[in-house]
């Protein structure tokens, strides 16, 4: 079992489409990681400081409504508050159809795939008003840019950015013996102290893994070396020595910092983190899992962790080793597509025109994606917790989750096509050597044009990778 | 520390039962799934509704304390009590106008309030953050991640996935965890003609996992269908939390044992009267709903527990609303429950009593209430409430809530 180019576009990518001709190998493959961007330039999205303008203009609409309580410009100022909050669900609309235009229109799968595991591994969501959608430009900006870097690069970029802190609390975060901390306590009388939800989960989610060898005891001394980490509407992210816990932090068996000690003490902890061995056994496997199976290749798994280890997380070489696996390559399809993915697929396989999509206003977009997304048990940008999405397949295929993706298909595609295509065309153009008789049956023996295109996209083949 | 959630027990959340039910591998033919179904009886008798009241509700205007001398000082245009449309209770507390649908409950006591309640969360004040703990149950955010309603399942013997049901479309994370349950929508739709259905069962035959999720959808949708039709025939209205409600019954007359969904709209910083009106109107019409359908001999059996994340601030703000606060209350419905009543410790509304001098004090843990409620019902054993399901939790008197 070797590189199969259809294979590849489906289980590695964003699946066939009628307009790309499927990548010729491996090396083609891990080279696009390395060029421009091209999707991104052409479908472009605002990094954390376009959410950043939103959040502060929404504060300010806040404030100014707050203060005309019982005034007559009370209700322009409503008003106006309520203009911004319709400008950033306008945002979050746009974001979403460019995020879904990138896996629709690249000849590139392989960088939207890994951009979204390595999304998911560092979940982070807006739990504020003014915040509420800046998942996507955080991905923008923390994760995509650092995918084919080295794992520690893409590790600081998403810890250290404000929509993490921000979502696993770190910026309320103060070092008990701090200067905040001494200030508060003498002058207000106020109790401040350490927040140990970030470290936690760096340990447990993004780097060690749960059954990582830690302990509580670096649980806590991380979160005091975390301690300074924190963000303003203002500035973004700032290091506050502050707040920072005075002393040296000694985690897994390293000390880190001193008294006057900075961010850096921060940053070298967290590289020393994502070179851990536990990191490369915990990475190796989620890969394994997300790109292959439920229960991966414990051969495979192996093998990506080997490769981690031998270049201290260097990702361009540990997918190297996942695309050269024969693991890699067994024929039949296991994983189920999650729904942005299987609904991104589907109107890739379509060939859903671009304009279609861009053409879409913010209430279609909800009756389109967004709604069928939330009811097939993917919430876009609010996954369940930090853990992000499930990858067990049988998360994805409840009866009710099914129910809505065979509703999608059925009345979706006309809607976004003027014309579908025909049927046993599209058949081959999805699927291509994972096309057999019994679907081509199917294809030709539904009553109606549109069932039959639905039916094409409702098969467990097309619906799994 | 608490470990929680290893990737294998994550393999087995709530969506994963139907490929642990042994279905995998065994003849799909034989399937329970597939065929009309019959499922095992359920271990225990009573009915558990658990309703999740999104958004904040303001306890100081659904339960009106018109009797404590402080709260008419905090409220103008909310000013509720006997002398403004409300319905007196007790003599001390008064129940908000839009809930007098409920009134003959009260007087046949089931219905009941507890009133200072709260979750261990505390100022900090985010929706999120706040549903979130109130899901889990857990004494601080982030400390599991599955849901308190599943680990009473978890140690439950002889729970099947149609044991608990969780109904709509939002996510329900009390119920999420390793024990299985069942959802569905009653406004999920499979819309497919006879023979695209055909060829769709044809097109999964060979895939177990897609094959049952099918069969059980298309079971379901029909059920659901059966259901809006009949309700539709006794020229009923149907609106979607009504249809919730009467899904669940449905589901609590069969084999189903706890049923949980949510109501939203309680957010109310502005013109709070008439977004409180029209939320309280769901709650009502749900309380109704569900005892209507469940016919009198379920309803005695049954205890419909309605709870929000947070209460909301004790003082009126600016614009004919309130902010974000914290102690709030419980509402209390059904048969089993000891209504009649206003349960808990009344902390008073004086300044100095409130929490941070903002807030009502919260003087009760709505996960000690919930605890008991689940003894007295289900018999779960006091260290599974205490170290499982809601770990820490401290319940030292039995707050009296059933009338078992």
């Known amino acids: ?465 | 520390m608490t470990k929680h959630a290893s990737s294998s027990a994550k393999a087995y959340s709530r969506r994963s039962f139907l490929t642990r039910s042994g279905l995998v591998g065994c003849s799909l033919a034989a399937s329970p799934l597939l065929t009309p179904v019959s499922f095992a009886a359920a271990p225990w008798d009573s009915r558990l509704v658990v309703i999740i009241l999104r958004g904040g509700m303001d306890a100081l205007d659904v339960v009106q304390p018109y009797g404590d001398p402080a709260y008419a000082g905090l409220r103008s245009s909310l000013l509720g009590g006997p002398q403004n449309g409300a319905l007196d209770l007790d003599g001390y507390f008064a129940l908000h106008p839009a809930l007098a649908p409920l009134m003959p409950l009260w007087q046949a006591q089931q219905l009941g309030f507890v009133h200072a309640v709260s979750t261990p969360y505390r100022n900090k004040r985010s929706h999120f953050d706040g549903q979130d703990l109130l899901e889990a149950g857990t004494p601080g955010l982030h400390e599991r991640r599955d849901g308190w309603l599943n680990r009473l399942l978890q140690v439950t013997p002889g729970v099947e996935a149609r044991t608990a049901f969780a109904i709509g479309q939002g996510d329900m994370k009390l119920l999420q965890g390793s024990a299985p349950v069942s959802d569905w929508s009653p406004d999920a739709q499979i819309a497919l003609s006879p023979q695209a259905e055909r060829l769709a069962g044809l097109m999964m035959e060979q895939d177990p996992l897609f094959h049952a999720a099918l069969g059980e959808a298309l079971d379901l949708a029909r059920d659901a269908r059966d259901n809006a039709a009949n309700a539709a025939r006794r020229g009923k209205r149907s609106r979607p939390h009504q249809r919730i409600a009467d899904y669940a019954a449905t589901q609590l007359r069969g084999d189903t044992r706890i049923a949980a969904f949510s109501i939203n709209g309680w957010d109310t910083h502005n013109r709070q009267t008439g977004a409180l009106t029209r939320a309280l109107g769901r709650l009502s019409d749900t309380i109704l709903t569900l005892k209507a359908g469940l016919g009198a001999g379920i309803w005695d059996k049954t205890a419909v527990v309605a709870m929000t994340e947070f209460g909301r601030t004790a003082r009126e703000n600016g614009t004919g609303g309130t902010d974000h606060g914290t102690g709030g209350a419980m509402v209390l419905a059904g048969g089993a429950i000891r209504g009649g009543r206003v349960h808990g410790h009344w902390p008073g509304l004086d300044e100095a009593a409130l929490f941070d001098r903002r807030d009502l004090m919260p003087t009760g843990d709505v996960r000690a209430q919930v605890g008991w409620i689940m003894r007295g019902m289900i018999g779960v054993r006091h260290q599974d409430i205490a170290n499982v399901i809601f770990p820490g939790v401290e319940m030292t008197t039995d707050p009296g809530l059933l009338r078992l």
């Open chain 1, 1 to 465: 079992m070797a590189f199969d180019p259809q294979l590849a576009e489906i289980r590695f990518g964003c699946g066939l489409s009628p307009s790309h001709v499927p990548m010729r190998d491996a090396t083609a493959m891990l080279n696009g990681l390395l060029k421009v961007d091209q999707a991104a330039q052409d479908w472009p999205i605002p990094g954390f400081d376009g959410v950043f303008a939103d959040a502060r203009a929404y504060s300010a609409a806040r404030r100014a409504r707050k203060q005309a309580v019982d005034t007559p410009q009370f209700a322009a100022r409503d008003k106006a508050l309520n203009q911004q909050r319709a400008l950033m669900r306008d945002h979050q609309a746009d974001w979403f159809i460019q995020r879904l235009l990138r896996c629709v229109t690249t000849p590139d799968g392989f960088r939207e795939r890994v951009t979204l595991f390595w999304a998911d591994h560092f979940t982070a969501q807006g739990k504020i008003a003014a915040l509420r959608y800046g998942a996507t430009p955080y991905v923008e900006t923390a994760v995509r840019p650092n995918i084919a870097a080295r794992f520690e690069d893409l590790l600081i970029a998403a810890v250290t950015n404000p929509l993490m802190l921000h979502y696993l609390d770190q910026h309320r975060s103060t070092g008990p013996n701090s200067r905040r901390a001494k200030r508060l306590a003498s002058r207000r009388g106020l109790e401040v102290g350490l927040n140990e939800n970030l470290a936690r989960e760096v340990l447990e989610l993004h780097t060690l893994g749960v059954d990582g060898p830690y302990t509580q005891q670096d649980v806590r001394q991380l979160a005091e070396l975390f301690t300074g980490m924190t963000y303003n509407l203002k500035d973004g992210f700032r290091f506050s020595s502050g707040h920072a816990e005075p002393g040296p932090e000694t985690v897994m068996g390293q000390s880190y910092g001193g008294d006057d000690a900075g961010f850096e003490a921060i940053q070298d902890a967290l590289r020393d983190l994502a070179r851990h061995p536990a990191t490369a056994s915990h990475l190796a496997y989620k890969l394994a899992v997300h790109f292959t199976s439920d229960t991966p290749d414990p051969d495979l798994v192996a093998h990506l962790t080997a490769r981690y280890r031998e270049t201290s997380g260097d990702l361009m070489q540990v997918y190297a080793a996942l695309l050269e696996h024969p693991a890699a390559w067994v024929f039949e399809l296991r994983n189920v597509k999650p729904p942005f993915a299987y609904l991104a697929s589907a109107c890739r396989a379509l060939g859903v025109p671009a304009a279609a999509l861009r053409g879409l206003n913010r209430k279609q977009v909800h009756r389109l994606f967004l709604r069928p997304m939330q009811r097939m048990g993917q919430r876009w940008e609010f996954s369940n917790g930090p853990d992000g999405w499930s990858e067990a397949d049988g998360d994805w295929i409840t009866p009710q989750a099914l129910a809505e993706r065979m509703r999608w298909c059925m009345a979706v595609p006309a809607r976004l096509m003027e014309r579908l295509p025909a049927p046993l065309a599209m058949l081959e153009t999805a699927l291509g050597t994972r096309s057999n008789a019994q679907l081509r049956f199917v294809a030709t023996a539904a009553e109606t044009e549109r069932e039959a295109v639905g039916l094409i996209l409702a098969s467990p083949t097309f619906q799994r990778r």
